[in-house]
């Protein structure tokens, strides 16, 4: 499958429960929805991912990407500390200068 240079090294990061890599991802006033909550900021999202990787080690393997106008779509079966895994989840991005200005995950 061929992801964006930027995308790769998301899952490469998640799969390596490398916050800063992750957090790095983004761009300086990205904004991730996940769970209910809204992050903003690179350094609110690298919080957010190390208590994520934290409770769930999840790691993510790429089944599906699609791009559209005006957000890609990543779909990745997900494995860890969590109830229902592995599951597959959609993760919503807007890629503006090869980073990621907004994230939302869904089921």
């Known amino acids: ?19 800063v890599a992750y ?4 761009s300086e006033t990205a904004l991730v929805f996940d769970e209910g909550k809204t992050h903003h900021g690179r350094k609110e999202i ?27 779509l990543l779909k990745a079966e997900t494995s860890g500390n969590f109830e229902g895994s592995p599951i597959v989840l959609t993760y919503h991005l807007e890629i503006v200068d090869e980073l990621i200005q907004s994230l939302k995950i869904t089921g």
């Not at 790769?8 to 916050?19: H, I, K, T, Y």
């Not at 957090?23 to 983004?26: L, V």
């Not at 919080?47 to 934290?54: K, L, V, Y």
Request: charged residues 30%; proline residues 4%; glycine residues 2%.
């Open 46 to 72: 690298e919080h957010w991912i190390a208590d994520s990787n934290e409770r769930y080690k999840a790691t993510m393997k790429p089944v599906g990407f699609e791009e559209k106008e005006t957000e890609s």
């Open 23 to 26: 957090a790095n991802c983004f």
């Open 1 to 19: 499958m061929n992801l964006p240079k930027v995308v790769a090294d998301l899952v490469e990061a998640q799969n390596r429960f490398d916050s």
